[in-house]
């Protein structure tokens, strides 16, 4: 557990992360207005549960989300960290294909660049699906139940549960977290041994089934002005290289501070809502349960034998 943080003057300070010392500022600015958590609450939470998220961070280029001013400020997007860095924090040069340039990316590897990032004002932490020894190939597939405005977080449990008895009778296994926000993010074990390709063309068989079964309430269609505002979209393609989606762990820059967290498929049950788990109450959980979503970094399903199984 690193040192308390230490005043170094009006306005900035430092925290001693083992034998890094990671510069700090503007700690007492609210982030969340209503609820009164400040930047510092920010950096204190992800300090307590950098060996929880930092497993699901390493190795794994970053797509910053900053929220400089807290979650009624303005929030922008940055990729390229070039220059910026500091030396404890290590970077990656990576070609973009849409840019024609190299991007170079932060690699969160250790507890003080999880730190670093908190005082940048990235309140949620958004990591590649696949890692820098094959980036081509992911460790996971995500399907990412996304309601409308229209629709009950029951119904998001439901599009949950009937993925999971796809999986089931494909024989393959599948984890679920809250996104933090309003949805469910389904995760399914790849092992990194298909490409990305691949991998979305079964998320995309996978979400067919799925719909079948609920075609109520649930589509297909990204666009929700096509879709309409009652029907959950079930997004499979955020099995892209370069796609990115809040890690288990992450607080969200959404009121009362929640935070993606692993459920056991058993708590999907009328009641639950996702702002259930939050900054203030997460590490009881932890405390009792333990991290959930380790068997998503495990071995990976195969894909022929679903599919096969599957009539696919």
């Not at 990729?79 to 973009?96: N, R, V, Y």
């Not at 890690?247 to 809502?273: F, H, I, M, Q």
Request: charged fraction near 25%; aromatic fraction near 10%; proline fraction near 5%.
């Amino acid at each position: 557990m690193p040192s308390r943080i230490k005043k170094a003057d009006e306005t900035d300070t430092e925290l001693k992360v083992g034998n890094t010392k990671v510069a700090l500022s503007n700690l007492h600015k609210i982030y969340w207005p209503v609820e009164g958590y400040l930047k510092k609450d920010l950096v204190d939470y992800y300090v307590k549960i950098a060996d929880y998220i930092l497993p699901y961070l390493r190795n794994r280029p970053m797509s910053l989300f900053r929220n400089p001013d807290g979650i009624k400020g303005f929030g922008f997007y940055q990729k390229d960290i070039a220059g910026k860095a500091p030396a404890f924090a290590e970077t990656q040069k990576i070609f973009s294909e849409s840019t024609d340039k190299d991007v170079e990316y932060v690699i969160c590897n250790n507890k003080a660049t999880l730190v670093w990032l908190a005082n940048l004002g990235c309140i949620e932490m958004n990591p590649w699906n696949s890692q820098l020894e094959n980036l081509d190939a992911p460790d996971y597939l995500i399907i990412d139940i996304d309601p409308s405005e229209g629709n009950s977080f029951d119904q998001v449990m439901e599009t949950a549960k009937v993925v999971k008895s796809v999986m089931d009778k494909a024989g393959g296994t599948c984890h679920c977290k809250t996104s933090g926000a309003t949805g469910i993010h389904v995760y399914i074990p790849m092992g990194k041994k298909y490409k990305y390709d691949q991998v979305r063309d079964f998320a995309r068989v996978l979400a067919s089934l799925v719909q079948e079964q609920l075609p109520d309430f649930t589509s297909l269609e990204r666009s929700l002005k096509k879709r309409g505002r009652k029907n959950i979209y079930i997004d499979f393609l955020q099995n892209s290289r370069g796609q990115t989606l809040a890690s288990a762990y992450s607080l969200r820059p959404k009121p009362g501070a929640p935070v993606s967290t692993p459920l056991d498929w058993n708590e999907l049950k009328k009641g639950l809502l996702p702002t259930d788990f939050n900054i203030k109450n997460i590490f009881k959980r932890l405390e009792k349960k333990g991290d959930l979503f380790k068997p998503v970094l495990g071995k990976g399903i195969d894909l022929r034998k679903c599919l096969t199984k599957l009539g696919a």
